[in-house]
């Protein structure tokens, strides 16, 4: 059974840091290119971050370029978000996904 399951949200201030956490199962997590989506109140999801399954290479929004780092560690079976200098409109539910499936989304609140 495919599974995503993110952890890392929470409340903080603006100019703070999270880390958000992805683990997969149920699916050769090495062979898949992995994707961090959010979706803000009232907006669409949007592709925050992309981390290719062979080279690593990466893709980010516009927004989050310079701030926000994903990685992944295969072994793990993991996909990381690494989100520094966030700012109130990063505020979003933030969700892990691959073309299989997607998780069930973590919340991040960033206060002024």
């Known amino acids: 059974q495919v599974q995503l399951v993110e952890s890392g949200g929470g409340l903080v201030q603006a100019g703070e840091s999270l880390r958000l956490s992805c683990l997969a199962s149920?699916?050769?997590?090495?062979?898949?290119?992995m994707n961090w989506y959010r979706q803000a109140p009232g907006k669409e999801r949007e592709l925050v971050a992309r981390?290719?399954?062979?080279?690593?290479?990466?893709k980010y929004a516009d927004s989050v370029k310079g701030r926000f780092t994903i990685s992944r560690d295969d072994a793990k079976k993991t996909v990381y978000l690494q989100m520094n200098n966030l700012k109130p409109e990063d505020t979003a539910v933030y969700y892990c996904?691959?073309?299989?499936?997607w998780g069930q989304g973590t919340q991040v609140t960033v206060s002024p």
């Open positions: 149920g699916f050769t997590f090495s062979a898949y290119t």
């Open positions: 981390i290719l399954n062979i080279g690593g290479g990466t």
């Open positions: 996904q691959f073309s299989g499936g």
